[in-house]
């Protein structure tokens, strides 16, 4: 009788969500940055769109947008409209500059996930799910800024998407992209940097932690990457 007890007490507990959430493995950078495809990133990006900014960027201090969106508005201009937020995900770009009095933001992400998570956060006029590595469903010179956070990295977008973005983005307008520093060589950004010199002013470049005080992602450093369109 007590071990038939015991045996339904255990089923009981293994169908509640604590139980359930006790079990289950949090997703995290060794899955973000083994990543190989864009299909990759949409299985991904699907399971992580609902725990994303509570488990992965409230509990790591993820600082990467916040950081993004004081350079952007330390080197914008009134005339830097509308932004587009390249790898917009859950939102969190566009939450700052929203915040900030910028209202024409526009996102994109692979993941209609998590864009459905950005829409909640109402500050994006417009929502697109595309992939960035193919061509960008956008006219030509037709946005103000570009900004970024979090995208140009391990097994994420690699520097050929600057072509397209490039393309959409009216002459003069600002880039403000975080570029993870490890693949800033290995990935071929400095190689695009160079390749493109005489379509852009002169990159700035500011070094910072993609995440505030927290031992496990100490070292990850990003290259804030701020120029414009010639
Ligand atoms: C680490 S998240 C960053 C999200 C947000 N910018 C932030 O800082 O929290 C990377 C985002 O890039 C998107 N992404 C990855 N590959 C992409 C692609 N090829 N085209 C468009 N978005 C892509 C993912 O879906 C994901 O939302």
């Not at 993004?68 to 566009?94: E, H, Q, W």
């Not at 570009?146 to 998407?161: K, L, M, R």
């Not at 800033?184 to 910072?208: A, D």
């Amino acid at each position: 009788m007590l071990s038939f007890l015991i045996v339904y007490l255990m089923l009981l507990a293994t169908e509640s969500p604590t139980f359930n959430n006790m079990l289950k493995k949090k997703i995290g950078y060794n899955e973000a940055y083994s990543l190989k495809t864009p299909e990759d990133s949409k299985k991904l990006y699907k399971k992580w769109a609902k725990t994303y900014d509570k488990e992965f960027a409230v509990n790591s201090n993820y600082l990467s947008p916040k950081k993004i969106c004081i350079y952007f508005n330390k080197y914008s201009r009134k005339t830097d409209t509308p932004i587009l937020d390249v790898g917009a995900g859950t939102g969190l770009v566009g939450e700052f500059l929203y915040k900030k009095g910028n209202k024409k933001i526009i996102g994109i992400d692979i993941s209609s996930e998590m864009l459905n998570e950005a829409k909640l956060k109402g500050c994006y006029s417009e929502l697109i799910e595309a992939d960035i590595t193919k061509k960008i469903p956008l006219k030509n010179d037709s946005i103000g800024a570009i900004v970024s956070a979090g995208t140009f990295t391990h097994g994420h977008v690699g520097a050929d998407a600057f072509d397209e973005l490039l393309r959409i983005t009216k002459p003069g307008g600002l880039f403000v992209l975080s570029i993870n520093s490890k693949v800033f060589i290995k990935g071929g950004f400095k190689k695009k940097f160079l390749k493109i010199k005489n379509k852009i002013s002169c990159p700035i470049f500011k070094e910072f932690n993609a995440h505030g005080k927290n031992k496990k992602f100490n070292e990850i450093k990003i290259f804030a990457s701020i120029f414009r369109k010639n």
